[in-house]
């Protein structure tokens, strides 16, 4: 299974927009699940959304929904979070993590995880 890489994170203004990357290393995620996780500091890692390369109906936290979506573009082998009308309260480190058949909020069920990327939502 694929090592995930995040990239795309920054400073970003209330109401604004950010598009986070997830790219496969090593591997392929083709026939994988992806979760995207969020975690500020001091607090507990946050389930964000999760998708499956066969189901297109991606799961997300209440939180985001409307505001974030999940996409994935194969032939790049690279899953998207685009996250939009962000809040100061979206602040934090957004990890994405793979596994073979899950997408819901339980960590331990994802095999392997990127090294995160800093998004911080300030004016």
């Known amino acids: 299974q694929a090592q995930p890489v995040e990239s795309g994170g920054g400073l970003v203004q209330p109401g604004g927009s950010l598009r986070l990357s997830c790219a496969a290393s090593g591997g392929t995620f083709m026939n994988s699940c992806m979760g995207w996780f969020r975690q500020a500091p001091g607090k507990e890692r946050e389930f964000v959304g999760g998708?499956?390369?066969?189901?297109?109906?991606?799961l997300y936290t209440d939180s985001v929904k409307g505001r974030f979506t999940i996409s994935r573009d194969n032939a790049k082998n690279t899953v998207y979070l685009q996250m939009n009308l962000l809040k100061p309260e979206d602040t934090a480190v957004y990890y994405c993590?793979?596994?073979?058949?899950?997408?819901?909020?339980?960590?331990?069920?994802?095999?392997?995880w990127g090294q995160g990327t800093q998004v911080t939502v300030s004016s």
């Open positions: 993590a793979t596994s073979r058949v899950y997408r819901g909020p339980s960590t331990n069920r994802y095999s392997y």
């Open positions: 998708s499956c390369w066969s189901d297109g109906a991606p």
